[in-house]
């Protein structure tokens, strides 16, 4: 089974910058689908950015657009969400996803959302002030 495992929260003053991580363990060569969520206290979970491996195109929410960078290092089985100038709207709970098959329905919608992805990382906090 894959298991995800997030890591480089923290808090971090308006306009900074923060790189998150996620590292991948067993066998992920069928996960077509890589992305980044967030959730807040009483909010649904957004997706804010996507990877779709096969072509490695990539996706982001409006609200995050050329302040996140997603990438991976597949030889290292790990995948990074770059943020900067971030505000205390990106204060949230980050978890990444995968998918589990080379099914990947964002890269037709090219929307970002939990209908693509099966696997999930147990999250890391965010907190901009």
């Known amino acids: 089974d894959v298991q995800l495992v997030e890591s480089g929260g923290g808090s971090v003053q308006l306009g900074g910058s923060l790189r998150l991580s996620c590292t991948a363990s067993?066998?992920?060569?069928?996960?077509?689908?890589m992305g980044w969520f967030r959730q807040v206290p009483g909010k649904e979970r957004e997706g804010v950015a996507g990877l779709y491996v096969t072509d490695d195109t990539t996706y982001y929410d409006d609200s995050v657009k050329g302040r996140f960078t997603i990438s991976q290092d597949a030889a290292k089985n790990t995948m990074y969400l770059q943020m900067t100038a971030l505000k205390p709207e990106d204060t949230a709970m980050y978890y990444c996803?995968?998918?589990?098959?080379?099914?990947?329905?964002?890269?037709?919608?090219?929307?970002?959302?939990?209908?693509?992805?099966?696997?999930w990382g147990q999250g890391t906090q965010v907190t901009v002030s």
């Open positions: 996803a995968a998918s589990s098959s080379f099914y990947c329905p964002m890269a037709a919608t090219r929307r970002i959302t939990a209908s693509s992805f099966r696997i």
């Open positions: 067993g066998d992920t060569s069928t996960s077509n689908c």
